[in-house]
C-alpha cells in the first residue's frame, strides 16, 4: 500500500470514528471562512450600481433644493429653476413637519406634497401599491421597513388619519435614516423619515409654529457639475445636495459594514485559531494510544505526524469550500437586511475572484496547520511505550506555585495547579475570552453611542432607526460568542484528559468529586479573568480605531463590570460539563492505567 493511499485511509478510519467532533472543527472553520468571505465580497461592494439605477427608474434629480436664503421661499426657488444650466424640474412642493405615529411607534416626519400626475423629474418608484390620493399617504420604502408599515395600514400625521396607499423609492433622498438634511423640525428628530401626500393634504398639516417649507427639484445639463453648480450659488445657503453627495451617503453604509464584516472576519479568524488549536490538544489527548498502535506496527513519527495533519488539512479544504459558498451567498442577503430597502435594488456585489478564494483557502490551512502542528508533532515524538499507555505528561512541579495554592481552598488549589501546569492552555483561554469581549465592549459603545438623543429631540419619538451596521455587528457577535463557548468546552475536555491522573490521585487523598470538577472548572476562570479585563480597553481601543474621529461614548462602568462578571459566569457554568463527566470516572480505573 502506498505510503498517500495509507495516510487516506487511516485518516478516513478515524473521520467516521470520531464523525462529532469532526463536524465541530469542520463547523469552527466554516464559520471563520464564511465570515471572511463576505468580508472579501463586501470589500469591493458598491451602492453605484443600484443608485444609478434607482436615478434611472425615478428620473432622479440632480440637485434638490430645501430653501434658499433670498427673494421669499416660492419666488426664490422658482427662479432658481430659470438658472442657466438647469434644463428641468419639478416643484417647488409644499412640505410639512409632522408627528406619524403607526404600529405603536411614532416618528417625525417630512411629508411632502405632490401631484397625482407623474413629473419628469424625481418622480418616486412606487414598489408597491398606488401613488399619492386624497386622504392616502405613499411611504418611503426604507422608513416603512425600520417602522414595519405595509400597504392598507392605518397611520396618523399630527393626530389626523390617513391610509399606507402605497411604499415607493426616491434618488431624491438617501435612504432612512441618513435623512437629516431634509427641510424638518429639530424637536422632532435629527432623521425624518419621507412621505409624499397630496399637495392638499401636506398643506393641511401646517401650523402657526410649524409653518410650510418648500423643496425643488432640478435637472441640469451637465449633472456631473452638480457639485459646482451648488458651490456656485450662494443663494442656496447650504440648502441644496448634488446627487453625488446623496450617492456618497448611501455608500457610506456599505463602507461601515464592510469595515465590521473585515474585522469581524480577522478575529472569528483568530478565535478560530484557538477554536481548532483546542479541538486539536484534546483528539491528540484522547489519541494517544492511537499513535501507539501506529509506531507498534512500524509507523514512523512522520507518518504519524502526516496522519494527524492530514485530517486537520482535510477538515480545512472542506471548511474553505462551504465557507466560500455560503460566504458569496449571504452577503447579497444582508443588503437585502439593511438600508437598500430604499433603493430600487441592491449593491452588485462582485463575483468571487481567484484572489479572493486563494485567499479564504490559504487562511483556512493555515488556521488547521498552526493549530495542529505542535500537537501533532509532540504526538509523534511520544515514545511508543508511553502511547501505549495513554499515559499523561508528569506535571511541573515549581516550590513557589505549591507555598502559594498550599492555604487556598480546594478548588482553587486543584485550579492553580492545574492552570499552572499548562500555560499555553491557559494563555489561549486568556486570548479567547479577550477577544469575544473586546467584541462585546465595542458592540456596547456603537449601542451607546448610538442610543444617544440629540438636544430638542422629543422623548415622546420612540421611532427604532434602520440599523444595517448594527445587524452585521450582530451576525459577527453571534458567531463570536458561539466559537468562544466551543473554546471553553473543548479547552475544560482537554484538560480534563491532560490531568486525569492527578485529577484521580487527588480525590485518592480525599478530594470529593464536586471539589475536583470545580478545580477544572476554575483552571479555565482563573485565565478568563484577566482575559475578560483586557478585552474591556481592547474593546474601547478597537471602536475609537475605526470610527473615524466620530463620537465615542462609554458606555457606564456597571455595563462593563457586568459584562466581567458575565463573562465569568458563563465560562464557570460551560466548563462544569466536561469538568463533571471527568470528575466521575473511577479512581482505580484511572490509577491502574497510567503509569506512576
Not at 396607499?165 to 424637536?187: D, F, I, M, R
Not at 457610506?252 to 483546542?278: D, E, M, P
Not at 494527524?308 to 469550500?321: D, G, H, S
Not at 499515559?391 to 495554592?405: E, K, Y
Amino acid at each position: 500500500m502506498g505510503r498517500v493511499l495509507l495516510v487516506c485511509r487511516l485518516v478516513g478510519r478515524d473521520l467516521r470514528r470520531r464523525k462529532a467532533e469532526a463536524l465541530l472543527l469542520l463547523l469552527v472553520i466554516t464559520a471563520a471562512t464564511t465570515t471572511l468571505t463576505m468580508g472579501l465580497v463586501w470589500h469591493g461592494a458598491t451602492t453605484g450600481q443600484s443608485y444609478e439605477r434607482t436615478r434611472a427608474v425615478t428620473a432622479g434629480p440632480d440637485v434638490v433644493v430645501n430653501n434658499v436664503s433670498a427673494g421669499g421661499l416660492v419666488p426664490g426657488l422658482k427662479a432658481l429653476a430659470r438658472a442657466p444650466g438647469v434644463i428641468g424640474h419639478s416643484g417647488p412642493y409644499p412640505v410639512a413637519s409632522a408627528v406619524l405615529r403607526a404600529g405603536g411607534y411614532a416618528a417625525g416626519v417630512t411629508a411632502e406634497g405632490r401631484d397625482a400626475a407623474p413629473v419628469a423629474v424625481d418622480q418616486p418608484k412606487v414598489t408597491q401599491g398606488s401613488w399619492v390620493r386624497p386622504g392616502g399617504a405613499v411611504v418611503e420604502r426604507s422608513f416603512a421597513d425600520a417602522l414595519g408599515i405595509r400597504v392598507g395600514d392605518p397611520v396618523t400625521l399630527n393626530g389626523r388619519l390617513f391610509r399606507v396607499a402605497g411604499l415607493a423609492v426616491t434618488a431624491a433622498s438617501p435612504a432612512y435614516p441618513e435623512t437629516g438634511y431634509l427641510t424638518h423640525n429639530p424637536a422632532l428628530g435629527n432623521d425624518p423619515g419621507l412621505i409624499w401626500l397630496t399637495q392638499a393634504d401636506a398643506q393641511s398639516l401646517a401650523t402657526s409654529s410649524q409653518p410650510l417649507s418648500y423643496t425643488l427639484n432640478l435637472k441640469l445639463a451637465d449633472p456631473a457639475g452638480a457639485n459646482a453648480f451648488v458651490n456656485a450659488d450662494n443663494r442656496f445657503n447650504d440648502g441644496a445636495t448634488s446627487w453625488q453627495e446623496i450617492r456618497d451617503q448611501d455608500a457610506k453604509v456599505v463602507a461601515n459594514q464592510r469595515l465590521v464584516l473585515l474585522i469581524g472576519s480577522w478575529l472569528l479568524g483568530l478565535l478560530a485559531v484557538a477554536s481548532v488549536t483546542a479541538l486539536a490538544g484534546g483528539r491528540m489527548a484522547d489519541q494517544s494510544r492511537r499513535v501507539g498502535q501506529l509506531k507498534a506496527v512500524g509507523g514512523t513519527p512522520g507518518l504519524v505526524a502526516a496522519v494527524l495533519m492530514a485530517e486537520y488539512l482535510f477538515l480545512a479544504l472542506l471548511a474553505a469550500a462551504a465557507g466560500l459558498v455560503t460566504g458569496s451567498q449571504v452577503a447579497p442577503l444582508l443588503t437585502r437586511a439593511s438600508f437598500f430597502a430604499g433603493l430600487a435594488g441592491t449593491p452588485g456585489a462582485p463575483p468571487l475572484t481567484m484572489s479572493t478564494a486563494g485567499l479564504v483557502l490559504a487562511v483556512a490551512l493555515a488556521v488547521a496547520v498552526v493549530a495542529s502542528l505542535v500537537p501533532a508533532i509532540r504526538a509523534a515524538r511520544t515514545s511508543t511505550v508511553r502511547a501505549l499507555a495513554a499515559s499523561a505528561r508528569p506535571p511541573r512541579r515549581t516550590g513557589s506555585l505549591i507555598a502559594v495554592s498550599a492555604r487556598l481552598p480546594v478548588p482553587l488549589l486543584l485550579g492553580l495547579r492545574l492552570a499552572a501546569r499548562r500555560p499555553r492552555r491557559g494563555a489561549l483561554t486568556a486570548a479567547s475570552i479577550t477577544i469575544t469581549v473586546t467584541t462585546i465592549v465595542a458592540v456596547l459603545i456603537y449601542q451607546t453611542s448610538k442610543a444617544q438623543r440629540l438636544p430638542g429631540a422629543s422623548a415622546a419619538l420612540d421611532a427604532p432607526r434602520a440599523d444595517p451596521v448594527g445587524r452585521v455587528m450582530l451576525v459577527v457577535t453571534v458567531a463570536l460568542v458561539v466559537l468562544a463557548a466551543i473554546n471553553a468546552l473543548f479547552i475544560t475536555w482537554a484538560t480534563v484528559l491532560d490531568a486525569r491522573r492527578p485529577s484521580a490521585l487527588s480525590r485518592a487523598l480525599g478530594a470529593t468529586p464536586r471539589q475536583v470538577s470545580a478545580g477544572l472548572s476554575a483552571a479555565q476562570v482563573l485565565p478568563a479573568l484577566p482575559g475578560a479585563i483586557i478585552g474591556i480597553p481592547a474593546g474601547i481601543g478597537l471602536y475609537v480605531a475605526v470610527s473615524n474621529g466620530g463620537v465615542v461614548t462609554i458606555p457606564p462602568v456597571w455595563q462593563m463590570l457586568a459584562v466581567v462578571l458575565g463573562t465569568l459566569f458563563v465560562v464557570a457554568g460551560l466548563t462544569a460539563i466536561p469538568a463533571r463527566v471527568g470528575a466521575r470516572r473511577p479512581v482505580a480505573e484511572i490509577l491502574q492505567s497510567e503509569t506512576a
